[in-house]
């Protein structure tokens, strides 16, 4: 064999094993992934039953209320992800809570006020909006929170509680991971409506690779989570951490096959 038939073998050989490298790292079924986020967690003793959902389903955790600390010492031990559910100005009468930020902080109020409610939960990688259609509308004040939240190497996800929100365009400009939900699972407390989003949740996902959900822990909702969860392999879907959403580049944005952008399920300000 002379040099040059030994350097083309090789050459073949080296292309033979690449493809076999690549072909490991690609997905091997090709499935869909939905993420599921849990939020108003913090003030019921109820909202621990969220702890028994898969450990693939973050927890996002009300600041300064008498269960965070614990709640979220109890999803790291179970190696769930922990994010902070920070309360924003809403143009509806309900009550903000602790932690909230308002658009008339100055920027000194808003760095204390989300320095105290990221430390009151622990372990939190990541930050969504509770309510906040008024501020997450304002790309003055969300320009000072994402500030906060680029200095904490932590990443957003708009609950897009209005569709004025200005949120992710503030976060691209900041340069700070971002998502948004595409479905609010149990807005409604009925097992239609929850089966209706379940089916648009996975319409979505398998349309575009993935999809975001939000839920809430209320015992119709994680009864219903329970069931579906469990039977995910029969809708070849797979459901994976949040922080899984962001190590995979995702765009942030979901298109139709018409490239227009399909809007989270619509519901009333708050």
């Known amino acids: 064999m002379t040099s040059k038939q030994w350097f083309i073998q090789m050459c073949c050989l080296a292309g033979l094993l690449l493809g076999v490298s690549f072909n490991s790292n690609a997905a091997p079924n090709n499935k869909a992934t939905i993420y599921v986020i849990i939020d108003d967690i913090g003030y019921r003793h109820t909202d621990d039953q969220a702890l ?4 693939e389903v973050t927890l996002s955790i009300l600041p300064h209320t008498p269960l965070a600390e614990a709640l979220a010492k109890k999803a790291h031990g179970q190696s769930r992800e922990v994010m902070l559910h920070l309360p924003m100005a809403a143009y509806s009468d309900k009550t903000l809570g602790p932690g909230a930020i308002t658009p008339q902080m100055v920027p000194e109020e808003i760095s204390y006020t989300f320095a105290n409610a990221i ?3 622990p372990f939190a990688i990541g930050v969504n909006n509770h ?3 008024e501020l997450t509308a304002s790309e003055e004040a969300m320009t000072l929170v994402m500030q906060q939240i680029k200095q904490r190497n932590l990443f957003f996800v708009d ?3 209005t569709p004025n929100s200005v949120a992710q365009d503030v976060a691209q400009q900041q340069h700070v991971p971002n998502a948004r939900r595409h479905v609010f699972l149990d807005h409604e407390l009925t097992e239609d409506f929850m ?3 379940w089916q648009r949740l996975i319409r979505l996902a398998k349309h575009n690779g993935q999809a975001i959900a939000i839920a809430h822990p209320h015992p119709e909702s994680i009864a219903f989570l329970l069931q579906k969860l469990g039977n995910l392999d029969t809708e070849h879907i797979e459901l994976r951490p949040i922080s899984h959403y962001f190590r995979q580049g995702s765009s ?4 139709t096959a018409e490239g227009a952008v399909l809007p989270a399920t619509p519901i009333a300000p708050r």
């Open 52 to 55: 028994v959902l898969p450990n």
């Open 119 to 121: 430390n009151s939960v």
């Open 131 to 133: 309510m906040g259609s």
């Open 159 to 161: 609950s897009r509680t």
């Open 195 to 197: 089966q209706s989003q």
């Open 252 to 255: 942030q944005v979901l298109f």
